[in-house]
């Protein structure tokens, strides 16, 4: 027989119970038989102790980073005094709940560490009075909490699932409408390029308020717009309270229009209604009359020079439109942590949400900025109203109740900022979903009585404002932040693996794709939402009971950032400007030296420094998070118990300020 034959012999073959192997002991590979040297097992052995080492260096070096900059921030930054008395309710339940939690886990340790077996424990044995008060509390706990913890988190349950189908449905149908390349259509030729007559009449206005940042990138970038100047207007429309940024603004308009370009300057005395107002005050000009079609730019927006023409062409032949709708892109997406995060929400809301509303229901909320109105649409629609604090959704509900259409263009992106620091994005968090809610009230029973179909009544209602505004923060912070850290107190009303992992991560799935380099953040996105939330709840409960808040107003901060593309045209431009442009600005500047050496000779006291906050619900969240993950922990959660600590540390960071700009 040869060395390497192998004989099988089977007995038994009706049940193959026995099989006998015979062969060789000569190997094929004699080299790879040869044992191991003492020597190269120490060397495994030295390098695996040396990876370990390693690891647990580098996560000592990050806690301990940690651990520094939120050593620092408590001790030079102060509590942020957001809420009076009436808005400090949400803080003090929150409260109220980490100190039960705390008392709830104290006493399931010393059950876990004492093995306390309590369903074999008689009544008459319990011994001591911790022994007795857990037993108690068990009682108490499976007769009334469990069940009614049960329902509140089935209801709960139940929303998040019609919330994810809505959600589903909608990247459905940006998903038919990529396969399909559907997109809004106009006529190229809708106007004779030689006959300036030809085109319509436009006003452009750029509202703004202390804006100094960023007036003079916005105001270049309109009064560049691409139209025949004899047919256009542009409104700066500045509500600045402090007297040296208006007269920079003035100066800067009063510049454009020595070039030629029709440009005026607006200034309210009495600031009232907001931006709002604000734009009420420049409609009501005599003037307005003449032109058709109005476009409206936030001070940090800098559209391309074509933006009318891409725009007014979609109101040709079509009387029944009366918005047209551009899509925001953002010059400091990839600045920090909090402006990637941002950078992914809307990008799906306007590739997915605004896109499918826009094409199959012809309505969506207006976005407030770098979007064209017909004026009729305006005026029929009542104008501008001062009643809440979001007057772009007021204007676009009001203009759909009286049966005007938009129109939303993906491809047409004008570039713009993100807040970079958590306060003022937070701020701005507050007044987009207390609006919401303002604006619900105050327009259901114009929806109820109006004369649009029972499903455009429907969609506007159930969809527009109940799901998408007033459902979503109610059960993202209900569950996650509540219910789920208190299940793990109440083991009876326990949520499954799927609600609180594999849906989440799923629908944060989707919600990354149309931002598909922002993948690597699917998991710091989908705590960081869950954090937000306890923001959208508090502002969404302000604006639907009129609580004080709901009508605060806060300019959200600016820094003033350019693309690289505006660069390269700002650097061009310079090149080919006369000496006499050059002269006038080194006169700007030097006036803006100027003003900035008074007012620094002014007031020299009131120059505050500015400090990152810490953030006390965020912060009371953090500790009931982390005092469930360790309830948790007792009881071997798996999911539960990453889900709980990921969660906690990420309030915790978040309540410390240490995402988005800090300042040194």
Known sequence: MAPSSVVLTIEKPSNFSLV????????????????????????????????????????ATGARTVFVAAKKRLALSEIKEEEPTNRGRLYRFIRAFVFISIVALFMEVIAHFKKWNLNLIQPLEVQGLVQWSYMAWLSF??????????????????????????????????????????????????????????????????????????????????????WPRERLLIQVLDDSDDENVQLLIKNEVSSWNQKGVNIIYRHRFVRTGYKAGNLKSAMACDYVKDYEFVAIFDADFQPNPDFLKQTIPHFKGNPEVGLVQARWSFVNKDENLLTRLQNINLCFHFEVEQQVNGLFLEFFGFNGTAGVWRIKALEESGGWLERTTVEDMDIAVRAHLHGWKFIFLNDVKVPCELPESYEAYKKQQHRWHSGPMQLFRLCLPAIVTSKMGIWKKANLIFLFFLLRKLILPFYSFTLFCIILPLTMFIPEAELPVWVICYIPIFMSLLNILPAPKSFPFLVPYLLFENTMSVTKFNAMVSGLFQLGSAYEWVVTKKTGRSSESDLLAMAEKESKSSNQEKIQRRLSESGLEMLSKVKEQKAPHLKKKKRNRLYRKELALAFLLLTASARSLLSAHGVHFYFLLFQGLSFLVVGLDLIGEQIS
């Open 20 to 59: 006998e192997i015979t062969g060789s002991k000569t190997s094929m590979f004699p080299e790879k038989e040869k044992a191991a040297s003492p020597k190269q097992f120490t060397w495994v052995l030295l390098l695996k102790v040396h990876r370990a080492l390693a690891c647990l260096s580098w996560l």
């Open 141 to 226: 706990r499976v007769d009334y909490i469990a069940p009614l913890v049960l329902i509140l988190s089935k209801f709960c349950i139940v929303l998040f699932l019609i919330q994810s189908l809505d959600r589903l449905f909608l990247c459905f149908g940006c998903f038919w409408i990529k396969h399909k390349k559907l997109k809004p259509e106009m006529d190229a030729d809708a106007y004779d390029i030689e006959d300036g007559s030809s085109f319509p009449m436009v006003l452009v206005q750029i509202p703004m308020c202390n804006e100094k940042e960023v007036y003079a990138q916005s105001i270049s970038a309109v009064c560049q717009l691409d």
